[in-house]
């Protein structure tokens, strides 16, 4: 499982060239940029565009929106809707979210004592990565990447 995952970009066998196409298909409007020495800067988006902003983009020529970062709970449902139009630094994750992060994820793998218990912790996992990654883009190449790495990562699972 590990070389699967590990050699997805750089595939030797069938089932990595299997894994190495499902990851093109999620992210199919992914460009072919390649990490260079002296691109940094195209590496800096950190935030997920709507797909509807590109429907409405190509209607009336809108701008484009993108999500906040923060954990999809029920107090925070209003960062569903799409509202940023430019790079907010002060609107992503940040060190106190990352120890939240890490504090849910000790107490979810608390709970694994035995092989019974793994259909239920793939299950808490799945849904700890959907409440931090909903927002997080899959490629911070494009100020046009429209889905999630939560996202990415399950279909290319998938």
């Known amino acids: 499982m590990l070389g699967l995952?590990?050699?997805h970009h750089n595939p030797k066998t069938d089932f990595e060239k299997t894994v190495q196409i499902a990851d093109h298909l999620s992210a199919s409007e992914r460009p072919d940029i390649q990490r260079e020495?002296?691109?940094?800067n195209i590496w800096r988006h950190k935030f997920l565009s709507s797909v509807l902003s590109k429907v409405i983009l190509?209607?009336?020529?809108?701008?484009k929106l993108y999500f906040r970062q923060m954990p999809l709970i029920k107090?925070?449902?209003?960062?569903?809707?799409?509202?940023?139009?430019?790079?907010?630094?002060?609107q992503k994750y940040n060190l106190k979210d990352l120890e939240k992060f890490?504090?849910?994820l000790r107490q979810i793998l608390s709970c694994y004592?035995?092989?019974d218990d793994f259909p239920t912790i793939i299950n808490l996992?799945?849904?700890?990565?959907e409440k931090y990654l909903w927002c997080v883009p899959d490629f911070t190449g494009s100020d046009e990447t429209d889905i999630s790495l939560f996202?990415?990562?399950?279909d290319v699972a998938d």
């Open 102 to 104: 890490r504090n849910d």
């Open 5 to 7: 995952i590990e050699n």
């Open 75 to 90: 107090d925070n449902y209003e960062a569903l809707i799409p509202d940023l139009t430019e790079y907010d630094e002060s």
């Open 58 to 63: 190509k209607s009336n020529g809108g701008d």
């Open 37 to 40: 020495e002296g691109n940094e």
């Open 125 to 129: 996992l799945l849904t700890l990565f």
């Open 113 to 115: 004592e035995t092989e």
């Open 151 to 154: 996202n990415h990562s399950k």
